[in-house]
Nanobody, 118 residues
């Protein structure tokens, strides 16, 4: 059974940078041919794809967030991380990590709330 668990700060001040980590169990993040993803849902809005890191290590980002986003991984810990910089209150959302495989999102973390506020 594949499990994903997000962790990170719950509250961030505007203009700061925050990082969220997704710890994966039950599957290696280097297994062919999965994409390990970050997605968020702001309050009252639809889900928004942030980006993903391929099993190969290649990264892909949403054009809307590319300039402020970085996704990396630590294969020794089987985890991947998203970093978002220059945050504003509009970055307040529930952030999820998920796996993309076989043309669909098949496993999700439970989500973690990030609030941007002074």
């Amino acid at each position: 059974q594949v499990q994903l668990q997000e962790s990170g700060p719950g509250l961030v001040k505007p203009s700061q940078t925050f990082s969220l980590t997704c710890t994966v169990s039950g599957e290696s993040i280097t297994t062919y041919d999965y994409y390990w993803s970050w997605i968020r849902q702001p309050p009252g809005k639809e889900m928004e794809w942030i980006g993903f890191i391929h099993y190969s290590g290649r990264t892909y980002y949403s054009p809307a967030l590319r300039s402020r986003t970085s996704i990396s991984r630590d294969t020794s810990k089987n985890e991947f991380t998203v970093q978002l910089s220059s945050v504003t209150p509009e970055d307040t959302a529930v952030y999820y990590c998920a796996r993309w495989g076989d043309y669909h999102w098949d496993y999700w973390g439970q989500g973690t709330q990030v609030t941007v506020s002074s």
